[in-house]
């Protein structure tokens, strides 16, 4: 199956009105992006600030399909099964005006396969790439891959020239606390060119008067100013006050109030991502808990138990206010693999858990720490102080440990916390993407967001192959073989399938993207 480059299907879908002069988009989120480098961290914040600067080779559009962006046609050899050859976009040229070529696909691809790499999962089955031309590349994989090309959809191209000059060859270690100059300067492709940058305050780009893309997107937004705020009600002050015209997080309790204001609106949407609480099950003993030489949730029937004690439907009408889906499991609806009959699994029985409970022989509980982020997902502080009083009825006492994101990804990425909470996008649109990043034994190529310690060589075996098998039905019935594992072994405790909810000026139309990444290029302005 070959892709060939069309963007008829976007176009028709976007209105793109010319614009005749300058236009300003003051944007605004709870937390901002981690690194601007585009291989440090794959999170979804992160990304979005990524899309506007730089490009893959695929992307998605603002309705989730798949488009061309530095290769224009894609597809598997006729010769060699294991290959996949890209033409790449001709006339490119980085914001410093440097060639885009093959060689820089090259480069971004070895660099993002590296330990330090978050994006190296998505590339696990990748034995070596090859430019073969100035405009060709080859991606050869350790067996036919079927989804190579939906892995590359947030696999940012770098500029090897700019990468080499600055010493940026090597990908930030942003775990370890790595400063370098990628994690704050930028040349990419992207419709916008990176004008400041205060991490944490303001990030301003301006439009890329030479993108290739002009003529094909709307292009009307001409500057974005991104503004993170954290505290739920100065943002919603910010729109209000018309100081910013797009936050991508109105918070729950103010939908109502935004979308009654003149001038404002807010978009709602169901989001490609899953809101779980994940627990070190393989230590044989943990310092966070008061019992002595042994670890609760490495016994499946205190991790039941923990699950059955959570209130979804509860979390759902009085946390979320209506604006989340109860999840059995760790991948939403919009995922090859998701299965309705596992999705509506997770059942609230407080008693039943209290016998697990005792069965296991912590009749008398225990108490644990957990670790949640405060600026990441819709009310994620909240969620975990609903399930701090909802474990209790089991004897589980939790001390809860709020943090802002960019002190709590690396607790997970470090093993440094036994009990924490984690949302997970499905940017492939494929179950193997959960699997290798949050099931396989935690390693050189897989396993990076593991924080459960679960290791099944069996299992990590299967999630391997998945990456080769052709067979598409043959490959599905692996996919729910492994699911079926996850969902026995309780590895993770699903909460909710978020609901975006985008408040927006009325000068700004778009639709919501399912990714929750807003690209500025597509946005027309009233």
Known sequence: MTFKSTLLATAALMAMPMMAQAETLRWARAGDALTLDPHAQNEGPTSALAHQIMEPLVMRDMTGAMVPALATEWGPSADNPNVWEFTLREGVTFHDGAEFDSEDVKFSLDRAMTEDSDYKELLASVKEVRATGKYTIEIETNGPNPIMANNLTNMFMMDKGWAEANGAVKVQDYEGGEDTFAAKNANGTGPYVLVSREPDVKTVMKINDNYWGKGEFPMEVTEVIYTPIQNAATRVAAMLSGEVDFIQDVPVQDLGRVAGTDGLEVRTAPQNRVIFFGMNQAAEDIAGDNVDGVNPMSDVRVRQAMSMAI????????????????????????????????????????????????????????????????????????????????????????????????????????????????????????????????????????????????????????????????????????????????????????????????????????????????????????
């Open 311 to 526: 209130d979804r439907v509860a979390i759902q009408k009085v946390v979320m206010r209506g604006q989340s889906a109860p999840a059995g499991m760790i991948a939403p609806p919009f995922v090859n693999g998701w299965n309705e009959a596992m999705d509506s699994s997770s059942k609230t029985d407080v008693e039943g858990a209290k016998a697990l409970m005792a069965e296991a022989g912590f009749a008398d509980g225990f108490s644990i720490t957990l670790n949640c982020p405060n600026d990441r997902y819709i009310n994620d502080e909240a969620i975990c102080q609903a399930s701090v009083g909802m474990l209790a009825r089991i004897g589980v006492t939790v001390n809860l440990d709020a943090k802002p994101k960019a002190q709590h990804f690396p607790l997970i990425n470090n093993l440094e916390t036994d009990f924490y909470m984690l949302g997970w996008g499905v940017p492939t649109y494929d179950s193997e993407y959960v699997f290798n990043f949050l099931t396989h034994t935690k390693g050189e190529k897989y396993g990076s967001w593991n924080g459960t310690r679960f290791s099944d060589t069996d299992l990590d075996a299967k999630i391997e192959a998945l990456a080769s098998e052709t067979d598409l039905e043959k490959r599905n019935m692996m996919i729910n073989e492994i699911w079926t594992v996850v969902q026995e072994e309780q590895l993770y405790i699903p909460i909710h399938h978020q609901v975006l909810n985008w408040g927006m000026s009325s000068k700004v139309d778009t639709i919501v993207a399912p990714d929750d990444t807003a690209k500025f290029k597509y946005f027309t302005l009233n």
